[in-house]
């Protein structure tokens, strides 16, 4: 639920900050655009935040007893992916501040992009975790 | 505004010197501490599961340093976070904000290199 929810979140804020500004009122964009992005920062923080921890705690499971299944089968590539978002997860949990200073508190001299990056890094790191989580978690039939 | 200004500081300065401090501490294997999930312990620095247990029977105490690395690079990255947030505003400005991006997103691209053994097998 709580990865849903930061999905959703994350998404919809990329979306509207590269939108264009001068996007139709009733259009897609023009729709994403008209909810104020910057409300969606706390949520994303709180949420990543919480994601972070109990993936963080799952890890340990995932290193005792899905890990060496996976090794044993090859799953190399798999594993591969799975220590990128870890990785990952770790650079985008530091980038929290900054990215919540860029929406909340933003400076009229800073440049957008700088949010609009940050945020499409967190998206993509997010993205990147929630796929590869359900392969590993799938790919030899865990948890199910 | 004025109180957020050390904090700003600080937040960049954290994200951008965490990303370089993370691909350091992998690359070099620098782990604060190492979790052995299986034995229920934490050891303060880097320990290989050979360090512990005979080579053959490694796979029973699986060694867990992602958490080590994350640490490592979180206290270099804090230290480095106060010190920015304890700099004048004014030596601050002239640093290019765009760092707090590019910094993380060459780090991933690193990591990815590291990583990249995973996928030669």
Redo the contacts between chains.
């Keep these: 639920m709580v990865a849903v929810a930061l999905l959703g979140a994350i998404t919809h804020q990329t979306l509207a900050a590269w939108g264009s500004a001068g996007a139709r009122p009733g259009s897609f964009f023009g729709r994403f655009r008209s909810i104020p992005s910057a409300s969606f920062a706390n949520a994303v923080v709180v949420l990543y935040a919480i994601s972070t921890l109990l993936g963080g705690t799952l890890y340990l499971y995932f290193r005792v007893d899905v890990r060496p299944e996976l090794e044993h089968a090859g799953h190399w590539h798999a594993l591969g992916f799975f220590d990128l978002k870890e990785h990952f997860a770790a650079i985008g949990l530091a980038l929290l501040p900054a990215y919540w200073v860029c929406w909340r508190r933003p400076l009229a001299s800073e440049p957008v992009q700088t949010r609009t990056a940050l945020t499409s890094i967190l998206a993509f790191i997010i993205w990147w975790g929630f796929l590869t989580g359900h392969v590993a978690n799938n790919i030899m039939g865990f948890g199910s | ?1 004025t109180s ?1 200004a050390p ?2 500081r ?3 300065a ?3 010197t ?2 370089v401090l ?1 691909v350091i501490a ?1 690359a070099k294997d620098l782990a604060l501490f190492t ?1 052995f ?2 034995l229920g312990i934490v050891l303060a620095g880097t320990h290989h599961s050979r360090d512990v247990a005979d080579p053959a029977m490694g ?1 029973l105490a ?1 060694a ?1 340093y ?2 080590g ?2 640490a490592t ?2 206290l270099g ?1 804090l230290m480095v976070g106060l010190a920015a947030a304890s700099l004048p505003g004014r030596s601050a400005q002239s640093v290019w ?2 760092w ?3 910094i ?2 060459l ?2 691209i690193a ?2 290199y590291l ?2 053994p ?2 030669r ?1």
């Design positions: 505004m957020s904090f700003r600080f937040a960049f954290f994200g951008a965490f990303a993370y992998l979790v999930p299986s796979f699986p867990m992602w958490y690395w994350a690079a979180a990255a904000s765009g707090v991006w590019l993380p997103a780090s991933m990591c990815v990583t990249l995973w996928f097998l």
